[in-house]
Antibody, heavy 117, light 107 residues
Framework: EVQLVESGGGLVQPGGSLRLSCAAS????????MSWVRQAPGKGLEWVAT????????HYADSVKGRFTVSRDNSKNSLYLQMHSLRAEDTAVYYC??????????WGQGTLVTVSS | DIQMTQSPSTLSASVGDRVSITCRAS??????LAWYQQKPGKAPELLIY???NLEDGVPSRFSGRGSGTEFTLTISSLQADDFATYHC?????????FGQGTKLENK
């Protein structure tokens, strides 16, 4: 059974940093691209970042480019999102998701990031 | 960036109804479109990929069609479990983008 479990969310002050993790199991992690998608409270979904299977290729939304870094450790079946210079508008539930063919067929339960003083 | 516009934003319907949701892309995306269902407090779940392909385990009352810039998700006979929010997503090109969502509510 595919499982994606996010962790690392919490309350952080504007300008602060946070690192999210996503532990994957139930599928050959190293064979799939992975993504982060977020959802601000009461809002729609926003794609954040994608990392390809080997980790050598990444894509970012303009809203996070230069502040967020997506990475993976295939030996640990883990996905990460390092977030710096956090802003109030980064407040959201962050989901990790397993790539299917550009869409996402499995999602974690999400972790809430709140940026507030 | 490709803008995705869903309509309606809210849809009121009853069990047994046939309902359709439309998603329009600001430029052609071939059939690189997915539909997701999301219930409150839960992660989205993939329903349809490549515009018309039903994801494994998704009931056959869900169907998708379209190509280019106009797409439709149809539920042939609404069940109680289908009241949720539906999102379309294009994956023709980065940045991947979503529609604003359609909330399907019980009339």
């Amino acid at each position: 059974e595919v499982q994606l479990v996010e962790s690392g969310g919490g309350l952080v002050q504007p300008g602060g940093s946070l690192r999210l993790s996503c532990a994957a199991s139930g599928f050959p992690f190293r064979s799939y691209g992975m993504s982060w998608v977020r959802q601000a409270p009461g809002k729609g979904l926003e794609w954040v970042a994608t990392i390809f299977e080997s980790g050598g290729r990444t894509h970012y939304a303009d809203s996070v480019k230069g502040r967020f870094t997506v990475s993976r450790d295939n030996s640990k079946n883990s996905l990460y999102l390092q977030m710096h210079s956090l802003r109030a508008e980064d407040t959201a539930v962050y989901y990790c998701a397993k790539d299917h063919s550009g869409d996402w067929n499995f999602w974690g339960q999400g972790t809430l990031v709140t940026v507030s003083s | 960036d490709i803008q995705m516009t869903q309509s309606p934003s809210t849809l009121s319907a009853s069990v047994g109804d046939r309902v359709s949701i439309t998603c329009r892309a600001s430029q052609g995306i071939s059939n690189w479109l997915a539909w997701y269902q999301q219930k409150p407090g839960k992660a989205p779940e993939l329903l349809i990929y490549k515009a018309s392909n039903l994801e494994d385990g998704v009931p056959s009352r869900f169907s998708g069609r379209g190509s280019g810039t106009e797409f439709t998700l149809t539920i042939s006979s609404l069940q109680a479990d289908d009241f949720a929010t539906y999102h379309c997503q294009q994956y023709h090109s980065y940045p991947y983008t979503f529609g604003q969502g359609t909330k399907l509510e019980n009339k």
